[in-house]
Every structure is written in C-alpha cells, then in structure tokens.
C-alpha cells in the first residue's frame, strides 16, 4: 500500500514529543488530531493553544480504529508499542511510528549520533554534545535530553532561527521505548552504554529488550560499545566490525586497540592517540571515565581535533541530576542522584560517593535484581531514608539483609531535614538522593524529584 504524503494524522500522548510531533505533522500539511487520556487543566490549557494553531485536541481519549480517517499513527514514548487498538491499527495497514522516526524521516540527510543503554545515556550524550559544540559544529542535543525531535527538525527545516547556523549534527538519546517505534532510524554513529534488565513490565523478557536496542546499532554506521558491560562483553562476537571501549587499559580492550578507547597511565586513549587525562573529566566514578571514552571515541570517529576534544572535556559542568554536587553544608555534601531510577544506577550512584552516606531512596519501584544495590547500602550508608510508595517494601529487605538502619521518612521534605540532622549527628559525609525508584508516585518525572531536592537542599544551607 502506499503511503499518503499528507492526509489525516492522529499523535497519541499530549508530552513534549507528542505536541513536538502534531506540530510537524501540521507544518507538512497533515490535518492533526492528538489526544491524551488525561483531563488535568494544564492538559486543557495545552488543548486551547493546539486548537488555535488548528490541531484538533482530545482529552479523556482512548484510540479506538478509525481506519477510514487516519493514514498515519505517531506514538509518544510513554505509550506501549503493543497496545491492542496500535496492534489492530497496523494489522488495518495504518502506518504507526514513533516521534523519533517521525523527526528522522525530516532529519536524515544529516549525520547522527544515536546513543542509547539502560544507563550512562544522558551522560554521555550531553557530553558529545558538548564536544561537538565546542568546536562550532550546531549540534543538539535531542530525544530524551534537549530538543524533542520533531521540535529540532521544525527549526532545521521550516524555522528562520537557523538561517545563519544550520544543522551539521544530530545528538540523540535514544530509549527502548523510541527505538522500538523507529523502524528506518540509522545514526551515523551508534552508542551501546550499558545493557541491564529495565522496563521489563513493558519488554517483557530480557532478550525482547536487548533485541530492540540491537535494532539502533545494527542500522548505525559505525557501532560503539561499552567494552566493560558485562552482557554487552559477552555477546561481542555478534558485533565484529564493532568499536570498544575499556577503562582497564588496552588488555581489557576487545578487538584491535587502533580501533577503540581505552584508559592508559591516566589517559583517554581513541584511535590510538592519546586525547585528553581522564582526571579532566569533572564527575566522579569509574563509569564516567567510561562514558569519556565512548564521547571521544564518537568525536574522533566524527573527524573532531584531539585539542577541541581535550578542551571541551575540561569546560564540562556535568548533567543535573546525575551525581550532582549542590553544595557543602557544614563539611556534609549534598548530592541529586534524581536520575537513578533503576537499581543498578542507584548502585553506580552509591559506589561513587564517600562514606559514610546517608541515603534517601524510594518512589515508584521498578522490576529487576536489588541484590547488589542492597549489598553496597550495607557497605557504605550509615543510614537510608525512605519515600514513596516503595518504601515499605524497601524497609522488609532491608531488615531480610540485616540491615537496622532504615527509616521511613515517606516525603523529600521530612528526608532532606532529617538526612542533615543526622549528618551531624553520624559524621556522615554525604546525603545522597538516589531513589533507585521512578518518581511518579510523587512527581511528575525525575527532573522534578530533583529539583525539590535542590530546592530543599539549598534552603537547608
């Protein structure tokens, strides 16, 4: 069947990306209806300025099939890619994609950075980004950070404000959840972070969910792993034509060293030359000396000067909310971890910092193993404050871990308080937001979690 150019688009989830995307379909001539499930009046406020711009908004709506009034289906990343009214609308011949795909088919003449992982994804593309930027390049960032794309492509393509800077590259991190609805997106360059069980209540199975990001890199260019992954290491002979990268040195390093990354007498090492002392990276812990190697690695393969790279590292301030440093109260710092919403980012978050910690943790908890971000509160926090709806379950394994420091405090506010009263009390030298939770049960995403934290944080001081 082919494919209306124009005709009637229908985008599902009223979000950044899906107002993103009825507002490209609409510049293309499509006539736009986007609907959300939700009735808040911040959604009504939303309605009444799509619907002056001339697209259709419904709230309270589910999607039922209306194949007779719709050529074109695009989906937000919070909507299930097996949706039973999305099954029945591509069993009907009804064209369904992602907002991603939907900014690629705008945006592929132009060279990308596709990055994606269970965790090290916002790092390490807020870093190239950064790296790319600071040689001149226009470069943004997009995706999950940054831009929506489909907001990038309506000022690459039908904006004024790029006239005297147009596109050169794209940035884009990429979640399972975007890959999954991106059937043609193929990056320039294609980044694998990490790989551990995560949104398995939506994959369902591990393999489902490696399977969808294999999908990004098999279409990728060029392909960067993360050579110190455990999984990503042991499924290397899928992936020989791939790069490598490895903060144990070059004996750690798979496949040709030429090739890849790697850390060496304090070094980052790519493509064999020596780039920029990984010290120069102002963000603790090993897994950030591997997101160095991976954003040199991408800059080097992007044709990026070795002093532009090493000078870019340098001015880098850093991602909120990912082992932020907010400031230092009486000798006790106080660090927005927000971002670590699975337990093995949690984890990497508590291996990083200074002990002993006070801990706050908790949220809306997610499927997967607990056990080694338990073993490492046993070892390095001298107390864990709890919040959320997953904080009785937290408190129970803890207790089964012999663990008898745990207090449900329920909210940020009453944790924040209670973190620096006991700091003091403990000689504790950090407080440490991370929550090893999603945030819904309580905000609306991350970003405000942490932002609350910083806010208390900072009126603490």
Not at 247 to 261: F, I, M, P, Y
Not at 302 to 329: D, S
Not at 377 to 392: N, R, S
Not at 434 to 456: I, K, M, T, V, W
Request: with cysteine; net charge negative; hydrophobic share 45%.
């Amino acid at each position: 069947m082919l494919r209306a150019e124009t005709g009637s688009a229908y985008v599902m989830g009223l979000g950044r990306s899906g107002i993103a995307a009825a507002h490209l379909l609409h510049q293309q001539g499509w006539q736009v209806t986007i609907s959300d499930s939700g009735t808040s009046d911040a959604l009504q406020q939303t309605q009444q300025k799509l619907q002056a711009d001339g697209i259709a908004v419904e709230l309270g709506h589910q999607l039922e099939s209306r194949s007779d009034l719709m050529q074109r289906i695009v989906v937000s990343p919070g909507v299930p890619w097996d949706l039973p009214a999305l099954i029945e609308a591509r069993s009907l011949g009804i064209e369904t994609i992602g907002e991603m795909e939907l900014a690629w088919r705008s945006l592929h003449s132009y060279p990308w950075v596709g990055i994606t992982g269970t965790n090290g994804k916002t790092t390490t593309t807020a870093l190239i980004a950064a790296i790319f930027q600071a040689t001149g390049l226009h470069a943004p960032a997009c995706g999950n950070i940054g831009y929506a794309a489909c907001d990038l492509a309506i000022d690459t393509l039908y904006s004024n404000a790029l006239a005297n800077q147009p596109l050169d590259w794209t940035i884009a991190e990429l979640s399972s959840y975007q890959i999954e609805a991106s059937s043609t997106l193929a990056p320039q360059i294609g980044i694998w972070t990490t790989f551990t069980p995560d949104h398995l209540s939506r994959h369902k199975t591990l393999e489902n969910y490696y399977n969808i990001k294999a999908q990004l890199l098999k279409r990728s260019q060029h392909q960067i792993f993360n050579g110190d992954d455990p999984y990503l290491r042991g499924v290397a002979e899928q992936w020989s034509q791939a790069y490598w990268t490895s903060v144990a040195g070059k004996s750690g390093l798979l496949g040709n060293a030429e090739r890849g990354a790697y850390l060496e007498d304090g070094w980052a090492i790519a493509l064999g030359k020596p780039i920029v002392e990984a010290s120069a990276l102002r963000m603790v812990g090993a897994h950030n000396q591997q997101n160095l190697l991976m954003a040199v690695l991408a800059a080097r393969l992007a044709g990026i000067e070795r002093e532009a790279i090493a000078q870019a590292v340098v001015a880098f301030p850093g991602v909120p909310h990912r082992l932020e440093h907010l400031g230092t109260w009486q000798g006790i710092d106080f660090i927005n971890d927000s971002k670590a919403t699975n337990y093995d980012a949690a984890q990497v978050g508590l291996s990083s910092v200074t002990a002993p910690v006070i801990l706050i943790a908790g949220g809306e908890a997610k499927a997967g193993d607990d056990t080694g971000w338990l073993q490492t509160i046993c070892d390095k926090a001298i107390v864990v404050l709890l919040i959320g709806k997953a904080a009785p379950a937290f408190a129970e394994r803890l207790k089964q871990m012999d663990y008898a420091s745990a207090e449900i405090v329920e909210t940020m506010d009453c944790a924040v308080t209670r973190g620096a009263e006991l700091a003091q009390q403990l000689g504790a030298k950090v407080v440490l937001l991370s929550p090893a939770c999603a945030s819904f049960d309580q905000y609306p995403n991350f970003e405000q979690r942490g932002d609350h934290f910083r806010q208390l944080c900072q009126a603490q001081s």
